[in-house]
């Protein structure tokens, strides 16, 4: 794999591949093995133009339980603030020996730029893009509903069948883009409930079922209900309902949390909007996996970063192969 770019070209064998590895990278974490020597003397940079809390502490703990080096850069301090260029922030960074760069860019499409341009030598991990793609997110969730279904047994499985419904701020979310393309290629039948100003034009291309009920959506009796957080900082209040309308209609509350049928989970990428999106009750209970999800990241983030610095054979897309 030379760069992770996007979810919506990464082929169902390659998907499946970064899975199983991620498995195996989890159980050596089981077994208090915490650090494997398979990168050693790889470095990693961990680039990020826009705040993050679970994504960038967990590629940093992948790349360190991989035994790579791993040097942080936030834009927030830097040199950017003076006006240095993506190009020369990235070069600078590849002249101090970066193997891999983790980028997370507040623009959709920066890491593919960085991957393509041909400024720089390391491969490229999209950590977040603007509101295009957020491929680790849907992988790792992927990962959580996969071994929730099959536990011990998940190697080599896809979703068939699993039942997704993916709520709220559609419109603004990398997540719910990355989860559509990831999730239909693993077979799983993926359902977007929203207010109808919170959903993008084009949905009706994507591979999913629309509804703006979401009562009616959990009636459905879904494997996995998946609440996305309100994204307030790029909301015009134009097209916001309310927070008081938005949470009775489309927010998690304890009576929703009580109608979902038996086995059905409850997740969230991060960070959570208590009390809009999801009530305490639905984010604390054992129908959440919003901890198991971030531990997930862990693992996934060290399959991808093994997969990408030691050459393994997937890839994104054709040209990137
Ligand atoms: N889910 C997620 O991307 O969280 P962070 O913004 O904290 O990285």
Redesign the pocket.
């Known amino acids: 794999m030379r760069h992770l770019l996007d979810t919506r070209t990464l082929r169902r064998e390659d998907a499946i591949r970064i899975l199983d590895v991620a498995e195996d990278m989890a159980d050596t974490q089981s077994r208090e093995v915490k650090k494997l020597p398979t990168l050693r003397g790889k470095t990693v940079v961990n680039l990020f133009f826009?705040?993050?809390?679970?994504?960038?502490?967990?590629f940093e703990a992948a790349a360190k339980r991989l035994s790579a080096d791993v040097i942080n850069f936030a834009a927030k301090g830097s040199s950017v603030s003076k006006g240095e260029s993506l190009q020369d922030t990235a070069q600078t960074l590849q002249a101090m020996g970066a193997d891999a760069v983790v980028i997370?860019h507040g623009a959709s499409g920066a890491p593919r730029t960085l991957a393509t341009s041909g400024w720089i030598e390391a491969g490229v991990v999209n950590?977040?893009d603007g509101t295009h793609e957020?491929p680790t997110?849907a992988l790792l969730d992927a990962f959580t509903m996969r071994k929730r279904r099959y536990g011990a047994d998940s190697r080599g499985r896809d979703l068939s069948g699993f039942g997704v419904t993916i709520v709220g701020d559609i419109l603004h979310s990398r997540?719910a883009r990355s989860n559509v393309w990831l999730l239909h290629t693993l077979g799983a039948d993926v359902t977007l409930v929203a207010p109808p100003t919170l959903l993008p034009q084009d949905t009706s291309a994507w591979p999913v079922t629309v509804r703006y009920d979401l009562d009616q959506a959990i009636a459905d009796e879904p494997d996995a209900l998946m609440m996305l957080?309100i994204q307030l900082e790029r909301m015009n209040a134009a097209y916001f309902p309310s927070e008081r309308e938005y949470s009775r209609r489309w927010g998690l509350d304890a009576r929703r949390l009580a109608s979902l049928p038996e086995g059905s989970i409850v997740m969230h990428?991060?960070?959570m909007n208590r009390g809009l999106e999801i009530s305490a009750e639905a984010a604390d209970s054992p129908r959440s996996t919003v901890l198991e999800?971030v531990k997930a990241?862990v693992s996934v983030r060290m399959a991808v970063l093994y997969l990408l610095l030691t050459g393994q054979n997937t890839s994104t897309t054709e040209e990137e192969r």
Do not use: L
């Open positions: 826009e705040d993050s809390t679970r994504t960038r502490i967990s997370r950590a977040g957020h997110q997540v957080r990428p991060g960070p999800q990241g």
